[in-house]
Structures are given as C-alpha cells and as structure tokens.
Nanobody, 127 residues
Framework: EAQLVESGGGLVQTGGSLRLSCAAS????????IGWFRQAPGKEREGISY????????AYADSVKGRFTISSDNAEHTVYLQMNNLKPEDTAIYYC????????????????????WGQGTQVTVSS
C-alpha cells in the first residue's frame, strides 16, 4: 500500500527556514509526480510546488517562488521542500501528494490529479 509521510514542520520566526520531507513507500517512485500543498485555517488547500522525479521538472506558485525550493532524492524515495525567508502567511498544514501522471506547471496544483496524500505537517511562522 502506498504511503507518504511528511516531516520537518515546526515553529519558526519570520525570516527563518525549514526543510520539509516527504518520504514515499509502496509505489514506483519514478512513476509519480510529487506535489506540495498547504492549507491554512479557513482557506482552501493550495498547491505550491511539484517535482517529477522522472525528469526533474518543477514548478512553484507565485506565493513561494524565489523562497522555496523543491528537490528529490530518488534513491531515498524522498522529496524535500526547502523553505527560506518564511513569512507569517506561510503558516499552514503542509501536505505532499503523489500523482501517477506526468504533471506540468498548469495542472500540478489540481487536487484531483493526486492519488495519495500524506497526513500533513504543521508549519507556524511567528511575527
């Protein structure tokens, strides 16, 4: 059974950094695009980045571009999200999802493209 496990969340001050991890198991890693989403209280889940472990293609939402970097360790079946210069508006639960599809910058943020989800990890940025 496929499983995604996020880790690395926590409390950080404005301007600080965190690195989230999404460890995948039970699936053929190279066959899946991995996306990062976040959901703040009272808001919809927002797609913020994705990576294709197959060809390394990535995309970012405007809200995080230039501050967040997604990467993949295919040998470890793990996708990372390095988050720098964090702001209070980045506070949310962060989820990773796996899509058995070749996504691109136009559809990576569609929830219905994803087949599996992790349980989420809380990121809180204090002002």
């Amino acid at each position: 059974e496929a499983q995604l496990v996020e880790s690395g969340g926590g409390l950080v001050q404005t301007g600080g950094s965190l690195r989230l991890s999404c460890a995948a198991s039970g699936l053929v890693f190279d066959d899946y695009s991995i996306g990062w989403f976040r959901q703040a209280p009272g808001k919809e889940r927002e797609g913020i980045s994705y990576i294709s472990p197959f060809d390394g293609n990535t995309a970012y939402a405007d809200s995080v571009k230039g501050r967040f970097t997604i990467s993949s360790d295919n040998a470890e079946h793990t996708v990372y999200l390095q988050m720098n210069n964090l702001k209070p508006e980045d506070t949310a639960i962060y989820y990773c999802g796996a899509a058995e599809a070749v996504l691109d910058s136009f559809d990576y943020d569609r929830h219905d493209e994803y087949d599996y989800w992790g349980q989420g990890t809380q990121v809180t940025v204090s002002s």
